[in-house]
C-alpha cells in the first residue's frame, strides 16, 4: 500500500494562511535527490529546500529506524503559505517519518478523528492522532507548527515513539 499521497494530502489539510519570516537555514546532514515525486510535488535535496525557506526548521538526530537518505519539497501555495516537508524513510521495514512545518501557529489536524492531548518537551501543548494508517503529533512552538507524521507496516507507533522524535528534533539556522 503506498501511504505517501495520503500523508502529502493530510499534511495539505493542515497548512494555514501565513506571512513569511525572514532568515536563513543550514542542514545538518549530507542530503540527496529524491527518487520519487511525492504526490506530484518534485523532491529535492534537502539542503536545496532549506534555501527556499525563510523560517526556522527543527530538524530529528534520532529516529526509531536507520532512514535512507533524506528529501524534502517545499509547497509554496497561494496568499504567500509556505510548508516545507522533510521525509525520511526505512524501504525495507516499509517505516517513513515526515516532519512538516510552517510558519504559524496551527490549531488542530482534525477533528475527525479522537486527538489525545499531549505536553510536547514539556512545555508545548500538542495533540496525537492514529487514523488506523498513520499517527500524526502537532504543536506550535516559537510561533510556527509542527507536525510529526509516522507509519510502519507491522504496526503503529505509540505516542511515546513520536514524543521521542519531538525531544529530538533541533533547531537549524
Known amino acids: 500500500m503506498k501511504l505517501r499521497p495520503l500523508v502529502v494530502l493530510l499534511s495539505l489539510l493542515w497548512i494555514p494562511l501565513v506571512l513569511l519570516l525572514s532568515g536563513s537555514v543550514r542542514a545538518p546532514m549530507p542530503v540527496h ?28 538526530n534520532w529516529l526509531p529506524f536507520t532512514p535512507a537518505t533524506p528529501f524534502a ?7 504567500g503559505i509556505q510548508t516545507i516537508h522533510i521525509d525520511y ?41 492514529d487514523n488506523g494508517t498513520v499517527q ?17 507496516s507491522d504496526h503503529p507507533y505509540p505516542v511515546s515513539t513520536l514524543l521521542q522524535i519531538a525531544a529530538h528534533l533541533k533547531r537549524v539556522q
Open 73 to 79: 519539497f517545499v509547497i509554496n501555495h497561494p496568499n
Open 33 to 60: 535527490v529524491v527518487q520519487e515525486s511525492p504526490f506530484g510535488v518534485s523532491g529535492e535535496p534537502l539542503e536545496s529546500a532549506l534555501r527556499r525557506i525563510s523560517f526556522p526548521i527543527w530538524l530529528p
Open 136 to 152: 500524526m503529533l502537532a504543536w506550535n512552538q516559537e510561533g510556527i507548527s509542527i507536525m510529526i507524521t509516522a507509519s510502519r
Open 89 to 129: 524513510v526505512d524501504p525495507q521495514s516499509r517505516a517513513f517519518v515526515e516532519i512538516s512545518i510552517t510558519n504559524h501557529p496551527v490549531n488542530t489536524i482534525s477533528e475527525r478523528y479522537k486527538l489525545q492531548k499531549v505536553i510536547v518537551n514539556g512545555e508545548y501543548e500538542g495533540v496525537f492522532v
